[in-house]
């Protein structure tokens, strides 16, 4: 399964600079005006992992392949998106087909970028961005209730479920608070995903700043970090102009380089991508051999046919057993062969729930 992050955020705040450097292309033209980005760019980037090439190192994997995550660059949304405004309601729609939002916001002064507002304050571009996707869905969820409400009168108890969970659902949109904060219990997730509500998408904020307060932010950050709390969401900070120049060098040690001369431990973008991965619940499991080393994406908490399902269907239907090492045993015991040695090597069962960073070779039959 693929998973996806959609860049959202007023026009002229960095969305496709970011998206360009994220995907280390050009594919997203990033000019000083609004409605740059017509249809949602799309790219898929390597989720930076320091075991994967531990773990090749050891099994003398000829190929490394690391897992990925979509990014989406989504044009500019600006107040009335909701009614149409702009071309608001194109743009709501490209949201709705993610799994969580990117939210890029302006936190730098610039007289030579335009701010559609006028002046620069992150806290109220947020709050303009997720008022039109609060009004979107408040006007889909109206919507649904009253498609379904037939359907209830006649007893059908699937459409009870579904028309209490809308209910509970336009409560919490009517004061203001977004989907996602609407109780519900384990067993309801689906139905409650099944509403395809803007709001219910994770959020991480991301604060584009200048390249000298990459390492340190400044008072527009402070105020982010304050508000995502709040909201119980993450913030990151970043300067898209920095990551675009970073994404031009061809060397790792060249970027290494770069990055030290600026006081920076690392790109941005591994914490934007790390947050991402957070933000939706995932973690990574590795098949290792002398052909390839692979990192594979999974939700936390799957077990391990549903892993298996992840590299081929038929993994799946036909599971019989994974033999699982942790990481920290692999690499302990120099490589599968000393894992088995030692014991460390596992039979697991179709009941096993996948650990971040296990080693797996799954048994199955066709």
Known sequence: MGFNCGIVGLPNVGKSTLFNALT????????????????????????PETRLGLLAEIAGSAKIVPAQLEFVDIAGLVKGASKGEGLGN??????????????????????DITHVDGSVDPV????????????SDLESIERQIKSIERKTKSGDKDAQAQHDMMVRVLAVLSEGHPARLTERSADEEGVFKGLQLLTSKPILYVCNVTEDEAATGNEFTKQVEAMAKEKNSGSVIISARIES?????????????????IGLEEPGLNKIIRAGYELLGLQTFFTIGPKEARAWTIKKNSKAPQAAGCI???????????????????????????????????????????????????RFNV
């Open 24 to 47: 280390a292309t050009a594919a997203a033209q990033a000019e000083n005006f609004p409605f740059c980005t017509i249809e949602p760019n799309v790219g898929r980037v390597s989720v």
């Open 90 to 111: 194109q743009f709501l729609a490209n949201i709705r087909e993610t799994h969580a939002i990117i939210h890029v916001l302006r936190c730098f002064e610039d007289s």
């Open 124 to 135: 109220r571009d947020a709050d303009t961005v997720e008022t039109e996707l609060l009004l």
């Open 245 to 261: 120049e970073i994404a031009q060098l061809d060397s790792a040690e060249d970027k290494a380089e770069f990055l030290d001369t």
């Open 312 to 362: 081929h269907t038929d993994f799946e239907k036909g599971f019989i057993r994974a033999e699982v090492i942790g990481f920290e045993d692999y690499i302990a015991a120099k490589g599968e062969q000393g894992a088995k040695e030692t014991g460390k090597m596992r039979q697991e069962g179709k009941e096993y729930l996948v650990n971040d960073g296990d080693v797996i070779l799954f």
